[in-house]
């Protein structure tokens, strides 16, 4: 199957790919093939694409187990665009019930993400399970309902800068948020619960070692013998002896 650049010729006409949008993603049949078809729609509306510019780019842009599937149907060389995708469609798109999709709105929390990461995992939701709550597919009750899911889910400290108030829509929702966040001191460092676990039990072996500082690898900065501590030192532990008992000259 071809590269990208081989259909930039005479015979397909393709116009030089831009940064309208970005450079294209590849399908390789793991990744989301919803999210994926948005971007290559975005792009081909955007850079005006023919049917037959689309339907090729689309296959060149498949890789892995994409291209190989593609490359065992020969029948798909007859497919206009639309077929084409309704084909990949069959294949890639994940299958969601109702009550799992959700599931996967009602478990999202904001925990330690900003307020743009806690809406990129939200649109990432969207694209993959929307299409299957079709009682969302009217713009404003998909609004409201992606309203209700931010707020949900956001942490109280930014809920209580919110306040109670109705939003228009879930853009006017979302650039509240950020404003809020711009308003709260900076955040410490997140606390990691595995990484103090591990420091108290280090404490508590350390302790409970025999003889910690009885070792062959411990050096005495006093002396430079091995098997002790500067201030377990008997050198030091015998000037002060004598500093304390001089010796009596008779």
């Known amino acids: 199957m071809a590269e990208a650049g081989e259909f930039q010729n005479e015979n397909f006409n393709i116009p030089n790919f831009s940064n309208i949008v970005g450079k294209l993603k590849f399908f390789n049949g793991k990744n989301n093939f919803k999210s994926f078809l948005n971007q290559f729609n975005t792009r081909a509306k955007l850079e005006g694409w023919r049917e037959e510019i689309k339907v090729n780019i689309l296959k060149c842009l498949c890789i892995d187990s994409a291209q190989t599937y593609l490359n ?19 294949r890639y798109e994940i299958k969601v019930s109702k009550q799992e999709a959700y599931g996967r709105f009602s478990n999202i929390r904001q925990g330690h993400s900003n307020i743009r990461d806690y809406a990129d995992k939200i649109d990432e939701i969207s694209e993959s399970v929307m299409h299957v709550l079709t009682e969302f597919e009217d713009v404003d009750n998909r609004d409201q309902f992606l309203i209700s899911i ?17 939003f228009a829509t879930y853009n006017n929702c979302l650039q509240t948020a950020l404003k809020a966040e711009k308003l709260l001191p900076a955040r410490n460092p997140i606390f990691n619960v595995n990484d103090e676990k591990e420091r108290v039990n280090n404490r508590h072996n350390y302790r409970n070692s025999p ?3 009885n070792n062959n690898s411990i050096i005495c900065f006093n002396c430079n013998r091995q098997g002790h501590i500067k201030r377990n030192c008997p050198q030091i532990n015998r000037r002060h002896t004598l500093l304390q008992n001089p010796p009596k000259n008779y």
């Open 72 to 90: 065992s149907h020969p029948e798909i060389e007859e497919f206009d665009f639309d077929e084409l995708v309704e084909f990949l469609a069959k």
């Open 150 to 166: 931010f707020i949900n889910g956001l942490n109280l400290e930014i809920k209580k800068l919110i306040g109670i108030q109705e």
């Open 211 to 213: 003889n910690p500082y």
